[in-house]
């Protein structure tokens, strides 16, 4: 959402109706940084050059300037990948992408990988000697009273979609005023509770903006806010991350690892608070072994391979520097969730959901790829709900929990129940569904489907580990839950004519024809 380009204008172009006349308004003129010009010197250098032309609309792009600061971006990089896969014959990853910038990184990666001498995965991050936890965070005492009733909450990343229910929930299982670490302001906060269908104006006054941001030292904050924060809230939910599934984990661990080590001295600082730290299931990597794994929510992330995403990377290491933290005598409880789906009542979805994607991309299309998969999905205010809950209980201190669905989604009822709407979706073999996705990358930018090109691999093989499968038990949660109304709603053909006719009624899928009862 960062602009790469400014234009400054006397004025706006008008439509005679008084609007801003968009088709009218200039191109903005690229200023490229200064970097010295080195042509290309070698056959995959000069392809490369003139791919990156093209991409970029550049007549000149020498070897050592940066992808980006060209103003390249993610949806480019897209197009960046189908052009040096038809080109070379890799299939190179987004993080492979953005890991080597410039024509000369790019060049030496392909050659690598065309003479096998490497593969196209991302380097390797040594995250162990990452999980450092800075010394200094320690409280000054291990005696801590559980507070019954806080008046001060600290909450990170509520301006995310589970934050945004998060906050809500804390705002009603709670009376307490809640401190939101914000980029802008309460505006928007708002906003966001607003396109959830979650606001409400009694909420105005309990809810407090602190301007800052989670990659900064002391959360981008002076140190005199910084400890006047600390001296005020009584318990800290951390949920805030740098969401993103193909930067490498370089690129993350400022917001993600060291925005956690600040939140662990904050927690630390003045009075000693509870951290309850929200963390995803991908921090276990495939079992490497065949079979189906149990992973339970005491498990050691020591005994699980540690996944090639850079995220769950991210997501790793910090939860590496919270067993130090609560080994040090933070009270710290860890709610691991898999992937999340809308409300179970009213639809609401979150937009930016690779799955989302993938069902409108697939309605667009009119295909899906053929074979089926599990999956879990776990509807979005159930997982607040559970998180909040179990939160406010004491036997909930130092523990662990996975916040999922017991009962898989299989990919078969999603394609039934699309089907039973009207939408005549056919499945075929991957390889030629990947094909059609490869079609919309190379032509159709706008396409639902088009962020997703990365994702899917060049054959079925590659999308099927030779390793195990993983489940994942929740019974601390379910024990937690026990004799409350908090239970996961089945995702069953109730549950997804909810979501279709929330994606319907809001015009994000067209009207099935004929038209289903859900119109």
């Given at each position: 959402?960062?602009p ?5 204008l006397?004025?706006f172009p ?18 490229c ?5 080195v042509?290309?010197r ?11 032309a093209?991409?970029?609309g550049?007549?000149r ?28 014959q890799v ?8 890991a ?29 000697a ?5 010394p200094?965070?320690h409280?000054?005492t291990?005696n ?5 009733s ?17 906050l ?12 939101c670490?914000?980029r ?13 269908l979650l606001?409400?104006d ?8 602190v301007?800052g ?12 806010q910084f400890?006047?924060?600390a001296s005020?809230?009584?318990v ?14 370089s ?9 956690t ?10 009075k ?8 995803t299931t991908?921090v ?11 992973v ?22 910090a ?5 130090i933290?609560r ?6 409880s ?8 809308g ?26 790829p ?11 205010d ?14 909930s ?6 916040v999922?669905?017991?009962?898989p989604?299989?990919?078969?009822l999603?394609?039934?129940t ?12 991957y390889?030629?569904?990947r094909t059609?996705l ?18 899917f ?45 929330y ?11 004929p ?5």
């Amino acid at each position: 959402m960062l602009p790469s380009a400014f234009a400054i204008l006397k004025a706006f172009p008008l439509t005679p109706n008084g609007k801003i006349d968009r088709r009218a308004l200039p191109a903005p003129e690229r200023v490229c940084p200064e970097v010295a010009y080195v042509a290309p010197r070698s056959v995959v250098e000069q392809q490369l050059v003139e791919i990156w032309a093209k991409v970029l609309g550049l007549e000149r792009v020498g070897i050592h300037e940066n992808f980006f600061e060209l103003g390249g971006h993610s949806l480019l990089l897209t197009q960046l990948l189908v052009q040096v896969r038809d080109t070379f014959q890799v299939d190179l990853s987004l993080g492979n992408l953005f890991a080597a910038p410039t024509i000369l990184k790019l060049a030496e990666r392909i050659e690598a990988v065309q003479t096998r001498s490497c593969t196209s995965n991302e380097d390797f991050v040594a995250l162990s000697a990452e999980a450092v936890l800075e010394p200094k965070i320690h409280p000054d005492t291990t005696n801590f009273a559980f507070p019954g009733s806080e008046k001060s909450i600290f909450l990170t990343g509520a301006t995310g979609f589970l934050g945004a229910f998060l906050l809500y929930e804390l705002l009603q299982q709670t009376t307490a005023n809640i401190y939101c670490l914000v980029r802008q302001g309460k505006q928007q906060l708002q906003t966001n509770l607003e396109s959830y269908l979650l606001w409400d104006d009694s909420f105005g006054d309990r809810i407090i903006p602190v301007i800052g941001d989670l990659s900064q030292p002391l959360l981008g904050l002076g140190e005199a806010q910084f400890c006047d924060i600390a001296s005020r809230i009584d318990v800290i939910y951390h949920n805030g991350a740098w969401v993103h599934h193909t930067l490498p984990y370089s690129t993350l661990k400022a917001a993600n690892v060291l925005g956690t080590q600040e939140i662990l001295r904050l927690a630390s600082q003045t009075k000693l608070k509870p951290v309850h730290f929200i963390s995803t299931t991908s921090v276990f990597g495939s079992s490497g072994n065949a079979g189906i794994k149990v992973v339970r929510e005491g498990d050691s992330l020591d005994n699980s391979q540690v996944s090639a995403n850079g995220y769950a990377q991210s997501k790793w290491v910090a939860e590496k520097l919270i067993d130090i933290a609560r080994d040090r005598g933070i009270p710290i409880s860890v709610y691991r969730s898999g992937r999340i789906s809308g409300h179970s009542q009213t639809g609401v979805f979150n937009l930016n959901d690779f799955l989302y994607k993938l069902i409108v991309g697939c309605v667009q299309l009119g295909s899906a790829p053929a074979g089926g998969a599990s999956f879990d999905l776990a509807p979005v205010d159930y997982v607040s709900k559970a998180i909040v809950y179990l939160s406010k209980q004491k036997a909930s201190l130092n523990q662990t929990f996975h916040v999922v669905n017991p009962q898989p989604l299989h990919s078969n009822l999603l394609i039934d129940t699309m089907r039973s709407l009207g939408y005549p979706i056919q499945q075929i073999s991957y390889d030629k569904w990947r094909t059609e996705l490869l079609n919309i990358a190379r032509h159709s930018p706008e396409h639902a489907l088009y962020p997703l090109v990365p994702f899917f691999p060049a054959s079925e093989s590659q999308t099927q580990t030779t390793s195990g499968e993983l489940k994942f038990d929740c019974q601390n949660t379910l024990d937690g839950l026990a004799g409350t109304s908090i239970i996961c709603p089945p995702i069953d053909n109730k549950l997804l004519h909810t979501y279709f006719s929330y994606l319907i009624r809001n015009g994000f899928l067209n009207v099935p024809q004929p038209c289903s009862p859900l119109c």
